[in-house]
């Protein structure tokens, strides 16, 4: 059996996690999420000033997708200004993704060991990017590409006239669901570092994998078969990322002085 010696107290400290109570926990969580609320609420209150432009940009890629003549309607008084409201709480999420992903690793540090702690900013950073990158991927071309197959269907005598509300609702359950599946190798990356999955389990699951992301890319996009592979394929690949990532970032979560006590 090996003999090392035994580590500093200062370094025992820094490779052990917090220990907390349920409780502490909660409270924990209870914090974290009021912070999080309040970040979007002063990123709310920026858009807002800016709705004019935030509402042309976001109806752009349904305007241009609309067959020839076709024009969105309102339906009461009110909708234009409540559909600002939204729209500027929707960009809100985007814009304060930094401050509030900052909330959710404050709440996963106190399980981390003092020297992967050091992974809050790329965490950060990339968990933003890839829900940047996502939204990005779905405002350009998964949501023209839907609404464009949609509106196909229609004719002469059937003139597809949708609110704008309906549009809005449309695109943002498809622009937020493509930025939260993008998040698959951020989420990969802390369940690897935690310990609770590795490579080779992500390896092994493939086939599953494959089949709960064309489910989940079915829920997301509308009933056509279309859309569903223009956001699966993109979901295969940040799978295939991610057992990258776990293989390059997992760690193993005994303390090292149980590794060493073994034979």
Same mark, same amino acid.
């Given at each position: 059996?090996?003999?090392?010696?035994?580590?500093?107290?200062?370094?025992?400290?820094?490779?052990?996690?917090?220990?907390?109570?349920?409780?502490?926990?909660?409270?924990?969580?209870?914090?974290?999420?009021?912070?999080?609320?309040?970040?979007?609420?002063?990123?709310?209150?920026?858009?807002?000033?800016?709705?004019?432009?935030?509402?042309?940009?976001?109806?752009?890629?349904?305007?241009?997708?609309?067959?020839?003549?076709?024009?969105? =309607?309102?339906?009461?008084?009110?909708?234009?200004?409540?559909?600002?409201?939204?729209?500027?709480?929707?960009?809100?999420?985007? %814009?304060?993704?930094?401050? &509030?992903?900052?909330?959710? &690793?404050?709440?996963?540090?106190?399980?981390?060991?003092?020297?992967?702690?050091?992974?809050?900013?790329?965490?950060?950073?990339?968990?933003?990017?890839?829900?940047?990158?996502?939204?990005?991927?779905?405002?350009?071309?998964?949501?023209?590409?839907? %609404?464009?197959?949609?509106?196909?269907?229609?004719?002469?005598?059937?003139? =597809?006239?949708?609110?704008?509300?309906? %549009?809005?609702?449309?695109?943002?359950?498809?622009?937020?669901?493509?930025?939260?599946?993008?998040?698959?190798?951020? %989420?990969?990356?802390?369940?690897?570092?935690?310990?609770?999955?590795?490579?080779?389990?992500? &390896?092994?699951?493939?086939?599953?994998?494959?089949?709960?992301?064309?489910?989940?890319?079915?829920?997301?996009?509308?009933?056509?078969?279309?859309?569903?592979?223009?956001?699966?394929?993109?979901?295969?690949?940040?799978?295939?990322?991610?057992?990258?990532?776990? &293989?390059?970032?997992?760690?193993?979560?005994?303390?090292?002085?149980?590794?060493?006590?073994?034979?």
């Amino acid at each position: 059996m090996a003999q090392v010696a035994a580590l500093p107290p200062s370094d025992e400290e820094d490779l052990a996690p917090d220990k907390m109570s349920f409780l502490d926990h909660l409270d924990e969580l209870r914090r974290r999420i009021i912070f999080a609320v309040a970040s979007l609420a002063i990123a709310f209150v920026a858009c807002f000033t800016f709705s004019t432009q935030i509402f042309e940009f976001l109806m752009g890629p349904m305007q241009m997708a609309l067959p020839e003549g076709g024009e969105l =309607i309102a339906t009461q008084v009110q909708e234009i200004f409540v559909l600002h409201l939204k729209m500027s709480a929707f960009v809100a999420i985007f %814009v304060a993704a930094p401050a &509030w992903l900052t909330q959710v &690793w404050l709440f996963i540090a106190p399980g981390l060991y003092g020297h992967e702690k050091k992974f809050a900013i790329p965490f950060i950073f990339f968990g933003t990017m890839f829900f940047l990158l996502g939204a990005a991927f779905s405002h350009y071309l998964l949501f023209p590409t839907a %609404v464009n197959f949609l509106t196909t269907f229609g004719s002469e005598e059937i003139a =597809i006239k949708p609110t704008v509300s309906q %549009v809005f609702g449309f695109y943002s359950r498809i622009i937020l669901g493509t930025g939260a599946v993008f998040q698959i190798p951020t %989420v990969v990356f802390v369940l690897a570092r935690i310990g609770l999955i590795t490579p080779g389990f992500l &390896w092994r699951n493939f086939k599953y994998a494959i089949l709960i992301i064309f489910v989940v890319a079915a829920v997301i996009t509308p009933p056509d078969v279309v859309t569903q592979l223009l956001l699966g394929f993109p979901m295969i690949a940040l799978y295939i990322l991610s057992i990258g990532i776990a &293989w390059a970032f997992g760690r193993d979560r005994r303390h090292p002085e149980e590794l060493d006590d073994e034979p």
